[in-house]
């Protein structure tokens, strides 16, 4: 019953992008940076290093003062990844699950997803609970699921925290407290998600606009004083 909640849930998710790989090292849920702020010229990049290696992964990935090349880019992210670059690790993975520049390696992505996640990468952790909620190259495991998807939308990921309210209200995840799900719906508003604050009257039947306010002072915290995620 459980599992056939999890699977209609994400299948929807799904639809959305949202079980997918949630968001690339160095760039903000949906943006790309202007290439100045990515990476200097190739020719100035220290190559002996972890960092200078992950931003020439990025340079071929969008394509920076390089013409893109996604095997280039694999290669690079890889070299980071293994070098110790938790940003790498998480690019890495997203190459390997959705097969950018080489062939797809679900379990290789689990893999590294949960190195860039245990190392504090936000992004990494939303995508390794996807997979562990989809059973994508890992055994299917929707406690350790929830565990790596409450710790993305702890650190201010809007994705997770928007994800995290809509399996609490769908009863896939159980609410830890009345109105957790209207919490988490405003942490992910609060952290650039789109969205309406009035849909916590939907999240959380019953609930007060002073009780919103409570929780969205509860939320501004959970943003404003979590470090930016490493990855």
Request: aromatic share 6%.
């Amino acid at each position: 019953m459980i599992r056939a909640a999890i699977i209609a849930c994400l299948a929807v998710l799904l639809a959305s992008g949202g079980a997918r790989a949630c968001g690339w090292w160095g760039e903000e849920e949906g943006e790309t940076p202007p290439e100045q702020v990515v990476v200097g010229k190739p020719g100035s990049i220290d190559l002996e290093t972890p960092e200078g290696m992950a931003a020439m992964a990025r340079a071929y990935r969008l394509g920076l003062h390089v013409p893109k090349d996604p095997i280039l880019a694999r290669l690079w992210a890889g070299r980071a990844a293994k070098a110790g670059h938790v940003g790498a690790m998480n690019d890495y993975a997203q190459m390997l699950e959705r097969g950018i520049g080489g062939p797809a390696d679900l379990a290789e992505a689990a893999a590294w997803y949960a190195k860039a996640a245990e190392a504090g990468s936000a992004r990494a952790a939303h995508s390794l609970a996807n997979l562990l909620f989809d059973g994508r190259g890992v055994a299917a495991d929707a406690e350790r699921g929830e565990y790596w998807l409450r710790m993305a939308a702890r650190a201010g990921h809007a994705s997770a925290a928007k994800q995290l309210a809509e399996m609490i209200l769908a009863g896939v995840i159980k609410a830890r407290e009345p109105g957790e799900a209207c919490l988490w719906w405003l942490v992910a508003l609060q952290a650039g998600a789109e969205g309406e604050r009035a849909r916590c009257i939907e999240l959380a039947p019953g609930i007060t606009p002073a009780q919103i306010d409570a929780l969205a002072a509860r939320a501004a915290t959970i943003v404003g004083k979590t470090p930016k995620p490493q990855g």
